[in-house]
């Protein structure tokens, strides 16, 4: 059976640091971080670097300021709409599916099943994704035609799966899954002992959620918001391949001004792209800081 | 102490019927392609396509380079940072997350502006760049699979019992460690795959001829085959964590960058 951990981000070792000696012991390392400096490093201070020189190379925070125009600001405005929306969503029906595999006395089968099969659709993103709900629920999808049969006309009615809420619809398949697995232990983590120690106090069910287990869950679940806020911030390809291109994403945006200069200004692209990575990186230290509340309560 | 189960199986069935339908949609989509029949004649026209069979053995070489240069680079160093320098423990953590700052379109942005004046004007310069852009992608998964390995044999130990014998450093690394690490090596072998074969913005962008942009190409001029290719796909991803989760150790990273 499949055992999908949280990720544990890396704690600052608080051991006093010896002072900085040289040794050959540098050697042992040396080809990964030549490799990570190469390919990640210098293309990311690059980014940087760009994103404060105009044209002919010389300082300037144009571009910064730049990201301030309604088209801009407007494709940050439906990318964190859009992540907010799914995570939220895709936050409460993973946790409620969560919640039924370990406490709800179902057979171990449906459990197995649905992390087995969470670890595989968390992967399937992208434009075979893209397809699959391209053919679900496209102008000619399964799913449309069989409610047409019963008298329902989704594409009549307003609905379009090239849209906000199309693609909404879409991502949840990816971000559900996430939810699934990285809520699974903090589940496995409430102790019976709790609930019963509840019991006994004479809290009901509504008492022991909103006293005991929701607080106890609470720096779990906005962990899990927070990653999947940046899974679907940063994700591209499924909203390339579901619209063509046709939403006003960042990630879209970016794709664009590389295979053609679409903003007309490589420097705004450069604010652009470091615009995304400060939203990125925020949220996963937020989300260092909720892992290290959390481990109190996982041991 | 009777619980009510009713709760449990709606939450169940309503994810279950959003996780099934869309497949089993996709599917019979698929299988329209004849006019009033059913039958697997998008999947024979996939599979005739000579693109389908070039564009598949590209992504999968690349896979497999970028699968052997991740191994070599992320074994070393992990084994390097338990065994003489568990202080870098941090930094090495932190580097192997970054796909998830950086996101595939950010990071493909930031190596074609750094190296389109120098190795993207040379005939491999975009290979090269494709096959270092998924290295990093992989690192996640490989680290994640590869410290979990790690912590489970010896390290020390085994490391002394070779020196003991006379064995170098080479002799260590790659017939001591490496065979102990098989499981960990084939579960981020598989994960990197299963992220590889799919990849679209990253092959895309640097205008090579992979699987991801072949697909999505292929769907502007067909409406059955795209469907079929999905299928494909998703059969993939799940044949790759299948043999994650069978190798027991199973370790499926879910913090890979956003797609």
């Known amino acids: ?67 301030t125009q309604p088209f801009i600001l407007s494709a940050f405005a439906v990318s964190i709409r859009l992540s907010l929306f799914t995570a939220l969503l895709g936050c409460l029906i993973g946790g409620l599916m969560a919640y039924a595999i370990t406490l709800g006395n179902l057979p171990r089968v449906v459990r197995s099943s649905l992390s087995s099969f969470s670890g595989v659709a968390a992967n399937f993103a992208g434009v075979p994704l893209a397809f699959a709900f391209i053919a679900t629920l496209g102008r000619l999808g399964m799913v449309t035609d069989w409610l047409k049969w019963i008298g329902l006309d989704l594409y009549q009615s307003g609905f379009n799966i090239y849209t906000f809420w199309g693609l909404s619809f879409t991502y949840l398949y990816f971000q559900i899954p996430l939810a699934v697995l990285m809520l699974l232990p903090a589940f496995d983590g409430l102790k019976r002992e709790w609930r019963e120690a509840a019991e006994n106090l004479g809290g009901s069910t509504w008492d022991y959620w909103r006293y005991v287990g929701l607080p106890i869950l609470a720096p779990s679940i906005l962990g899990t918001l927070i990653l999947m806020f940046g899974n679907a911030f940063g994700a591209q390809a499924t909203a390339f391949a579901l619209t063509g291109g046709q939403i006003n994403l960042v990630s879209i945006l970016i794709g664009a001004q590389i295979s053609g200069d679409a903003l007309q200004n490589p420097g705004l692209g450069n604010a652009l792209a470091l615009g995304m990575v400060v939203v990125m990186a925020l949220s996963i230290a937020v989300y260092g800081w909720l892992q290290q509340r959390v481990s109190r309560w996982l041991q | 102490m009777t619980q009510n189960r009713v709760w449990p199986w709606l939450w169940i069935a309503i994810g279950g019927a959003y996780f099934v339908i869309p497949l089993v949609a996709t599917f019979i989509f698929s299988l329209k392609a004849e006019r009033d029949t059913l039958g697997f004649l998008a999947y024979s026209n996939v599979f005739d396509d000579p693109n389908f069979l070039n564009s598949f053995t590209f992504s999968m070489m690349v896979a497999l380079v970028a699968i052997a240069l991740s191994w070599l680079l992320v074994v070393p160093t992990v084994y390097w940072v338990h065994y003489r320098m568990p202080r870098l423990r941090f930094v090495v953590e932190l580097m192997t997350l970054m796909p998830f700052v950086v996101p595939a379109v950010v990071l493909v942005f930031g190596l074609i502006r750094t190296y389109n004046t120098t190795l993207l004007n040379s005939r491999q310069g975009g290979w090269v760049l494709l096959t270092a852009a998924y290295i990093i992608l992989s690192f996640p998964y490989m680290y994640r699979s590869v410290d979990t390995g790690m912590r489970a044999i010896d390290v020390r130990t085994l490391t002394e019992a070779a020196q003991s014998m006379g064995a170098n450093w080479q002799t260590i690394i790659f017939r001591v460690i490496f065979p102990n690490l098989r499981v960990s090596l084939l579960n981020g072998a598989f994960l990197t795959f299963a992220i590889v074969m799919g990849e679209f913005t990253i092959a895309a962008l640097l205008a090579q001829p992979a699987f991801g942009p072949y697909m999505n190409l292929l769907s502007s001029s067909r409406i059955y085959e795209p469907s079929a290719l999905a299928i494909i796909s998703f059969a993939l991803t799940w044949g790759a ?19």
């Open chain 2, 241 to 259: 964590i299948a043999l994650v989760q069978f190798l027991g150790r199973g370790n499926a990273q879910n913090l890979s960058g956003p797609r």
């Open chain 1, 1 to 67: 059976m499949s055992s999908v951990q949280p990720v544990r981000l890396p704690i600052a070792p608080s051991a006093p640091v010896r002072r900085f000696t040289w040794s050959w012991d540098w050697l042992g390392v040396a080809p990964f971080f030549a490799f990570a400096i190469a390919f990640l490093f210098i293309p990311a201070a690059s980014i940087f670097i760009r994103s404060f020189q105009d044209s002919s190379g010389s300082p300037t925070l144009q571009n910064i300021f730049d990201l």
